[in-house]
């Protein structure tokens, strides 16, 4: 799968390596516009100013984890594609995710075929 | 007599004192009176009767005492004064049906005479004496109401009711008789009765009976009720039942019968024993049944216990325990076959078979059946031919399931009968008429034409030692007679004992104005069996396992360990979640029933998660809703519990193909320069990491050592180094636990694994 996706992209990731393997993932997968940011505030300032098609959200960040940073999203665009991010794949968590209206659920570590899962599902590509 | 006496002495004077005392004591009421109607003498009953005292009434007019109205209350003059008549010579009055009037203005029914007096040869009054006669009247009136209560009872009775007299004629005939029988009491009265009412043939013995029951008042027949033939003025025969009662009349015997008509309750009594003997029958028929069954649930049970105990025994040889395996398998599948048998036969009885009409590809259908019983036949040495006779329709509409199991049935049932020779299959059509014809021609040990009328009839099989030899339930024509109706056709048998037998099923094949017809076999045609379960192709890919009960687990690693395939076993949906979330699958077996989380609840949250692995859900329960609602939660397939090897293999085979699992999608991506650069770069910053953590250690800054550890994990994740990953994962449990003294084994293995994956 390699396509080219208009669809512009905001990744939250704290890890800066993390962060790097996913923009790498997506690039690799076709997506050209690509914004990152290290934590739940940085992601919000940028999602303030930028219309995202997709948003990936790590559950624990500093600054505004990523839970509370989808609050906030949703109040800005209750319409916004948000897949949730964690390294703690309990079910618990996935729920609360589901139930807060996240899209998609992706366990790290990240993975071409975790991401393409999630992509089907909320972009239909 | 009294009236002599007063006739010849009364009136003379002289000597009539006493005769007059006498007159008194007299019963009945006696009156003289005197040519003008004036009354001269009155004795003590008819003062008495009148009301009055005999000298209050002598003197007055007779009219006047006793006659001065009629009952309704009407006066009635002297002139015809009935009475009064008897004044007249020679006319004696006798009067039985007259009222008296009482002093105190009351009637009484009387019965009274008027004789003239003659004395002398000249009128000299006359003598009237009269009775009372209420209580006869009384007696008169209840007797006739008794006998028109009687009359009623009879007339009205629904038996027919008959008197009968000491010459056997009838006498009696009510209304009901005249129904029942058809003759008129006109033309029945006097007619001797046996010849009346009893049917030709049975006259003699009836005639006889009543001559006996006429002459010593018994034959059987008094206080019962019989039963008997009866014919009426129609010739129609019909049921009675009969009660007679001898009563006398003026000292001869005579009866009474009571009949009636018992044609309906007779035919209703029929009706009720032939249910009954049916319900009997087919009770029985179900516990010959049961008892059938459970000896044919048993046996396979017994081999299994029996085989499984001796793989336990040590000194079992391994040649032996193969062939014990084995048995184990065989009869295992036997006794799957007689539960899904009974199980559908039971679901068909309660007319609650699921079946779906969707387009069957004519061919693949008998390729596939084909397929399934190849081995079967050459097991035997026996050919089967599938033989298509052209034309045919490409697809039919019809329950592919269905159909298919009807041919198995059948196909099986042909080798199974057959020692040697050929079984066909054929498949013709009959466009105009829409349906489709499969018939299986064997050359085997054919039915006998009594048994083929019950051949398809549950709980009846041709011969129960036919099950004992040739094992089976016995249920599978049954089943396939009852499919084939609805599929909407039927099932039909031609059989020559010892020739062989024809079995034809027709199916409903749905509008075929609209298919394309074939009249021959297409190019690069399927192969029936090529495809066969023996080579079970290995397969490529990850596999997830969530299944609870552990002999399944073992079961299901068993067979894919077989093909080849890497696997990961976890026991509930819970973890299924979790690991199919934290790692990549290729395809996940989901059991529906596991604690903690059902099978179908975790397929629909790894699919809200948005994880499309597919889903291959199992289930030992086979109800339609179920399979669907595991489909709608998102499972690609559904397989049935126990698992069909064959078909385990096919699906699993289609679902992992060679050549795309997801280890080959991550390869491509390795191959990506951008992921090379990831990696070079992770590899380049691995040692400082290291270092990083040493220095951590050494000053026992925890917190950095324990993000080193966790950046590493997630990097050495990404980039596929999963040794070196699980160091990293170790060494930041570790800190997290607060077991710093057990730090130096797992930084030491990191650091291992840091320089396996340099060295690569």
């Not at chain 2, 004795?43 to 309704?72: C, F, K, Q, W």
């Not at chain 2, 009623?152 to 009838?170: K, M, P, T």
């Not at chain 2, 039942?241 to 000292?251: D, H, K, Q, V």
């Amino acid at each position: 799968m390699k396509v080219q996706l208009t669809t512009a992209v905001l990744v939250a990731e704290d890890d800066s390596r993390q962060r790097d393997f996913f923009v790498g993932i997506l690039r690799h997968l076709g997506f050209t516009h690509i914004d990152h940011a290290p934590n739940g505030q940085r992601a919000l300032a940028l999602f303030r100013e930028h219309e995202y098609g997709l948003v990936f959200l790590d559950i624990e960040m500093p600054n505004l984890n990523g839970i509370e940073a989808l609050h906030h999203m949703f109040e800005h665009r209750p319409e916004t594609n948000i897949v949730m991010v964690s390294a703690h794949s309990t079910v618990d968590n996935v729920k609360t995710a589901i139930k807060e209206g996240a899209k998609g659920f992706i366990v790290k570590p990240y993975s071409i075929a975790k991401v393409e899962g999630v992509l089907k599902k909320v972009l239909g590509v | 007599m009294p009236v002599d006496a007063i006739h010849t002495h009364a009136p003379s004077a002289g000597s009539t004192a006493r005769n007059r005392d006498l007159l008194d004591y007299l019963g009945e009421g006696v009156i003289c009176i005197d040519k003008l109607g004036v009354i001269t003498y009155a004795n003590g009953a008819a003062a008495g009767m009148l009301g009055e005292r005999p000298d209050t009434v002598r003197g007055r007019l007779l009219h006047t005492v006793i006659y001065s109205m009629l009952p309704d209350g009407s006066s009635v003059s002297e002139e015809v004064c009935p009475v009064y008549a008897a004044l007249q010579p020679d006319r004696e009055i006798l009067n039985q049906d007259e009222v008296f009037w009482r002093a105190d203005g009351t009637v009484f029914p009387v019965e009274y005479s008027a004789v003239p007096m003659d004395v002398g040869g000249h009128n000299d009054g006359a003598v009237v004496t009269f009775r009372d006669v209420s209580e006869r009247k009384e007696v008169e009136l209840l007797l006739r109401e008794s006998e028109e209560k009687t009359r009623l009872i009879i007339e009205n009775a629904l038996d027919a009711i008959l008197s009968i007299d000491a010459d056997g004629l009838i006498a009696g005939w009510n209304s009901q008789a005249t129904r029942i029988f058809g003759y008129t009491p006109e033309q029945a009265l006097g007619k001797p009765v046996h010849e009346l009412i009893f049917p030709l043939r049975h006259r003699n013995g009836y005639h006889r009976g009543l001559a006996k029951l006429l002459a010593d008042g018994d034959a059987g027949v008094i206080e019962r009720r019989l039963r008997v033939r009866a014919s009426g003025a129609s010739g129609r025969e019909f049921p009675v039942e009969i009660s007679m009662t001898p009563f006398r009349s003026r000292g001869a015997l005579n009866f009474s019968a009571f009949i009636r008509d018992i044609t309906e309750q007779r035919s209703a009594e029929l009706n009720l024993r032939r249910a009954k003997e049916e319900a009997e029958a087919a009770s029985l028929a179900k516990s010959e049944f049961l008892a059938n069954m459970s000896h044919e649930i048993r046996t396979p049970l017994t081999a299994i216990i029996g085989f499984g105990e001796s793989l336990l025994d040590e000194s079992t040889s391994d040649a032996d325990k193969r062939d014990a395996v084995r048995s184990v398998i065989q009869n295992g599948k036997h006794l799957l076959a007689i539960i899904n048998d009974i199980l559908d036969l039971s679901k068909i009885e309660a007319d609650r078979l699921e079946v779906e009409f969707i387009a069957v590809n004519t061919l693949d259908l008998l390729d596939a059946v084909g397929g399934l019983m190849e081995r079967q036949a050459a097991a035997k040495d026996l050919e089967l031919r599938i033989v298509p006779i052209w034309p045919l329709p490409q697809t039919l509409q019809s329950d592919p399931t269905r159909l298919r199991q009807i041919l198995l049935n059948l196909l099986s049932n042909a080798i199974k009968f057959t020692e040697k020779g050929t079984i066909w299959l054929l498949a013709s059509c009959e466009p105009s008429a829409n349906c489709v014809q499969f018939s299986v021609v064997d050359q085997g040990i054919g039915i006998a034409a009594d048994k083929l009328d019950s051949l398809f009839d549950a709980f009846t099989q041709a011969d129960t030692s036919t099950t004992r030899k040739y094992g089976g339930t016995g249920l599978g024509l049954t089943i396939s007679s009852r499919l084939a109706k609805r599929l909407g056709g039927e099932l039909q048998v031609e059989s020559l004992l010892g020739s062989g037998s024809l079995f034809i099923c027709n199916v409903d094949a749905g509008h075929l104005e609209s298919v394309p017809m074939l009249t021959e076999k297409p190019v690069a045609p399927k192969t029936a069996g090529s495809d066969g379960p023996s080579k079970s192709k290995r397969i490529k890919g990850r596999i997830l396992v969530a299944e609870d009960n552990p002999s399944n687990q073992k079961l299901v690693s068993m067979y894919l360990k077989r093909l080849g395939a890497n696997f990961v076993v976890v026991e509930n949906g819970v973890l299924a979640v979790e690991e199919a979330l934290a790692n990549d699958y290729d395809l996940i077996l989901m059991d529906m029933q596991m604690p903690e989380m059902s099978g179908i609840e975790a397929t629909e949250l790894l699919r809200m998660s948005g994880n499309v692995t597919p889903i291959l859900g199992l289930t030992a329960n086979a109800m339609k809703v179920d399979l669907e609602r595991f489909r709608d939660a998102g499972a690609e397939e559904v397989l049935l519990k126990p698992i069909d090897l064959p078909i385990f293999n096919a699906t699993l085979a289609r679902y992992l193909p060679e050549g795309s699992s997801k280890e080959q999608e991550n390869a491509q991506l390795h191959d990506d320069p951008l992921y090379r650069q990831l990696q070079q770069d992770f590899l380049r910053w691995l040692p400082g990491a290291i270092g990083g953590m040493e220095e951590a250690m050494a000053t026992s800054n925890w917190g950095t050592l324990r993000d080193l550890a966790h950046q590493t994990k997630g990097s050495a994740g990404n980039f596929g180094f999963s040794a070196l990953a699980q160091a990293a994962a170790d060494l930041e449990d570790t800190v997290r636990a607060g077991r710093y003294k057990d730090l130096t084994g797992p930084l030491t293995l990191l650091k291992t694994r840091q320089q396996q994956v340099s060295i690569r």
